[in-house]
């Protein structure tokens, strides 16, 4: 009689191969933060912003758009860690997750490229035509990606995986011929977990990513908070952030959580906020 009754999962998905071989067991400190937001007028920007655009402004393309201002605005979390030494990403990109129904559901996701240049239509646009062309088979980038790791025996996967690693990252070489794009995840991932009804979860950071953030989007749902002495129901979404400590101290992981609760109070505010900053050519100044 075995300890456990099992049966073989078979042919699993890309993503979840990747996921077993990548993970071994938990030796890396990780920090985890939440954050509690009222989403009042950040719904009502995103429903005037959707009427005048037509395109559908979830609450993840806002935390993206904020997420990439505050990279922008302390430069020192927008970094990767390489050979022991702490090096800054020059361009802000934010890979978000994005899930692929089917008989067997997957995962994919997008690299939204120079975030904070982006007005959050555009970012909620780029997540939406991605997850049709996924849908659609039409993404030849991941079809090529998808290609290669496919070929990869299950047994060499972890050592694949680790030299891919090293070559893009550790050398900073471009694989662009094998089908993986520059920096593909770029300095944060971001994924919604609120489509699946959950209000708050937390992520690890994958050592493959090189991404020193990991955001989960929660359910935006109605919650009772004080205001002026008084309990009322708000609008509220649950932000849960996991942090890699050899980039984030909590000076740091302070200045982030402070600029996306700002601009996810008031979105409309943070856009101007935004406009007078690039005007003023002060983007990327505040050194944390």
């Known amino acids: 009689m075995p300890s456990v009754e099992l049966h073989r999962y078979s042919k699993p998905s890309m993503w979840r191969k990747m996921a077993m071989i990548n993970w071994g067991r938990p030796s890396e400190p990780q920090v985890y933060a939440r954050l509690e937001v009222e989403m009042t007028k950040a719904l009502a920007y995103a429903r005037g912003e959707a009427e005048r655009s037509g395109v559908s402004i979830t609450p993840t393309a806002l935390v ?41 559901a997957d995962l994919s996701g997008v690299c939204v490229r120079d975030a904070d240049t982006k007005t959050p239509a555009q970012i909620a646009n780029e997540l939406e035509e991605a997850v049709k062309r996924v849908r659609r088979g039409e993404d030849q980038e991941l079809a090529k990606t998808r ?38 995840f770029g300095g944060a991932l971001v994924s919604s977990i609120g489509f699946l009804g959950m209000s708050e979860g937390y ?47 909590g000076l740091l992981a302070r200045k982030l959580a402070k600029f996306v609760v700002h601009y996810l109070s008031d979105p409309a505010r943070g856009e101007e906020q935004a406009l007078e900053t ?11």
Request: aromatic residues 6%.
């Open 64 to 104: 993206i758009r904020a997420l990439a201002l505050c990279f922008r605005k302390h430069p020192d979390a927008n970094a990767i860690v390489r050979w022991g030494r702490v090096y800054l990403r020059k361009r802000v990109h934010i890979f978000c997750n994005v899930a692929i129904p089917g008989k067997k």
């Open 147 to 184: 290609r290669v790791l496919d070929r990869i025996p299950s047994f060499v996967y972890r050592v694949v995986l680790r030299l891919i690693d090293f070559i893009q990252y550790g050398l900073n070489v471009n694989l662009g011929f094998l089908g993986l794009p520059q920096d593909p």
């Open 203 to 249: 992520s690890p950071l994958s050592p493959i990513t090189r991404a020193p953030v990991v955001i989960l989007v929660g359910k935006t749902e109605d919650r009772p908070v004080v205001r002026d002495g008084n309990v009322v129901v708000r609008p509220t979404c649950v932000l849960c952030a996991t942090l890699d400590h050899r980039v984030m101290d």
């Open 278 to 288: 690039a005007a003023a050519g002060t983007g990327g100044s505040d050194r944390a």
